[in-house]
């Protein structure tokens, strides 16, 4: 199974989303609250290169925010990642 981190952020409705979807997915996921201005968030933008949340990793690559995992599940492509 892979491996799922995702940094959040507790008032964003993007990360609520985003980890509605994995669960029902039936996957676990580490999740690393990550509000502004925490060294959890100074970690998501040096990994992801990005300043919002959620940023999601799966087995150490980013798939990006919330819009980016929808879409993934949209185009069939998640559940394949997911069982990696």
Known sequence: MAKIEIYTQDWCPY???A???LSKKN???REIDAPGGSPA???ALARSGRTS???I???GTLIGGCDDLMA???AGK???MLAA
């Open 15 to 17: 990360c609520v989303r």
């Open 27 to 29: 996957v676990e996921f």
């Open 53 to 55: 949340v959620p940023q």
């Open 41 to 43: 968030r100074a970690e």
């Open 72 to 74: 993934l599940d949209r």
């Open 57 to 59: 990793f799966i087995d």
């Open 78 to 80: 998640l559940n394949a």
């Open 19 to 21: 980890k509605s979807l």
